[in-house]
């Protein structure tokens, strides 16, 4: 449907299930959402919509799965999340979103798997990380974000896949709360390609890593860091 360009929604008001219902809607800008009100499953509902460059999300508040829902929706510049409170799984859920630079992630208080969640969101330069308790599952999480210059990561306690999770965030300078990272068994590559990066404290939380292939690999201006 790469040339709907506008779409009346008022009639999908029992629709639980809305799994890529307009992927790959290229030329869609807008949408009116307001009658979703019953999905559950949103995974890749908005994935490749290019040109959508905002959307009411206020309908969306029992979604649990947002996976890839918005999956290279490169005119995305900002979005309220507040209604993605059951939200669990939001793996890939603004991956190549590359105009977004800013996000309110509140909400996000029951994610457990994260992965890829902002991978290559190139103009994401701050975050706020409190929410993320309960999530186990960070792979590749913030791959790719080279405007990101720093981040708390202290509410990481429960991630136990770190691989690839700060992966070629060039301009990472500085990361806090790694002392968080206590159950991590799977670091690998995770800090890789961090070339701003000068050091790392609270390392020493890493006692259960089995898997720290190429975790530091390419980190060029890494002089200290405590194991």
């Known amino acids: 449907c790469s040339k709907l360009a506008s779409i009346g929604t008022a009639a999908f008001t029992k629709v639980t299930s809305a799994g890529a219902m307009f992927s790959g ?14 999905v559950t499953a949103a995974s890749s509902m908005f994935y490749g919509c290019t040109s959508l460059a905002s959307i009411d999300t206020s309908a969306f508040t029992n979604v ?4 890839q829902m ?9 979005i309220d999340t507040s209604a993605f409170t059951n939200v669990t799984n939001v793996d890939s859920m603004f991956l190549g979103c590359t105009s977004l630079a800013s996000i309110d992630t509140t909400a996000f208080t029951n994610v457990t798997n994260a992965c890829q969640m902002f991978y290559n969101c190139t103009s994401l330069a ?14 590749a999480m913030f791959s790719g974000c080279s405007s990101l210059t720093s981040i708390d990561t202290a509410a990481f306690t429960n991630v136990t896949n770190a691989s690839s999770m700060f992966f070629s965030c060039t301009s990472l300078a500085s990361i806090t709360g790694t002392a968080a990272f206590k159950n991590v068994t799977d670091a690998s590559y995770m800090f890789s390609g961090c070339t ?32």
């Open 196 to 227: 701003s990066l000068v050091s790392i404290t609270d390392t020493t939380a890493f006692t259960k890593v089995t898997s720290a292939r190429y975790m530091f690999q390419n980190c060029s201006k890494l002089v200290s860091i405590d194991t």
């Open 126 to 139: 701050s975050i706020d990380t409190a929410a993320f308790t309960k999530v186990t599952s960070a792979g």
């Open 70 to 78: 918005f999956y290279n929706c490169t005119s995305l510049a900002s």
């Open 25 to 38: 809607c290229l030329s869609l800008a807008s949408i009116d959402t307001t009658a979703f009100t019953n």
């Open 64 to 67: 649990t799965n947002t996976s």
